[in-house]
Nanobody, 128 residues
Framework: QVPLVESGGGSVQAGGSLRLSCATSGHTYRYLRRYCMGWFRQAPGKEREGVAVIDGGGDTSYADSVKGRFTISKDNVKNTLFLQMNSLKFEDTAVYYC???????????????????WGQGTQVTVSS
């Protein structure tokens, strides 16, 4: 099992910002960064949904609900994946998961089943 460790979750008021981080070992990150990495979230009583993905070349894709507010990025020196979340809304409250694909796919998508490595999740709570 590949260790993906999320951090940066917490409680914030609506309109605020948080930055989530997803770290793994250098060796593992250098391998995974060539493929798709992304963030998913699961709100209480709902299914897990894709939030943002980034491919090996740095191209990104976002769920419509977070476009313009969230930014996914990679730091290849720090071996870390980030999710910058601005203008947070109550409906962004969820457990956020870091995920990665370990093999080549033609294009990265927000489809959960395509990701085979997952972190344990970090809670984000937005109060209105």
């Amino acid at each position: 099992q590949v260790p993906l460790v999320e951090s940066g979750g917490g409680s914030v008021q609506a309109g605020g910002s948080l930055r989530l981080s997803c770290a793994t070992s250098g060796h593992t990150y250098r391998y995974l960064r060539r493929y798709c990495m992304g963030w998913f979230r699961q709100a209480p009583g709902k299914e897990r949904e894709g939030v943002a993905v980034i491919d090996g070349g740095g191209d990104t894709s976002y769920a419509d609900s977070v476009k313009g507010r969230f930014t996914i990025s990679k730091d290849n020196v720090k071996n870390t994946l980030f999710l910058q979340m601005n203008s947070l809304k109550f409906e962004d409250t969820a457990v956020y998961y870091c995920a990665a694909v370990s093999t080549y796919v033609p294009s990265c998508s927000l489809v959960e089943s395509e990701f085979n490595y997952w972190g344990q999740g970090t809670q984000v709570t937005v109060s209105s």
